[in-house]
């Protein structure tokens, strides 16, 4: 009987663990969707995406001699 009980409480944690999963992933795909939905509406609204500065952005490395 104890073995029966502990197999019951293992399932029961499982599943809990198993719906606590499967929110975090809904969670993140209502973000993203939010995310990619505001990029969209910002796009057709005509924002570009700009830099902070003006200025250009330097090579990474200098020229050779």
Same mark, same amino acid.
């Given at each position: 009987?104890? &073995?029966?009980? =502990? $197999? $019951?409480?293992? *399932?029961?944690? =499982?599943? /809990?663990? %198993?719906?606590?999963?499967? =929110?975090?992933?809904? %969670?993140?795909?209502? /973000?993203?969707?939010?995310? /990619? &939905? %505001? %990029?969209?509406?910002?796009?057709?609204?005509?924002?570009? *995406?700009?830099?902070? *500065?003006?200025?250009?952005?330097? $090579? +990474? $490395?200098? +020229? *050779?001699?």
């Amino acid at each position: 009987m104890y &073995e029966y009980e =502990l $197999h $019951h409480i293992r *399932t029961a944690e =499982l599943i /809990r663990q %198993a719906e606590h999963e499967r =929110l975090v992933r809904e %969670a993140v795909r209502v /973000r993203r969707a939010a995310r /990619r &939905e %505001a %990029a969209n509406r910002s796009a057709e609204d005509g924002a570009e *995406t700009e830099a902070h *500065t003006s200025r250009r952005r330097r $090579h +990474r $490395h200098p +020229r *050779t001699a």
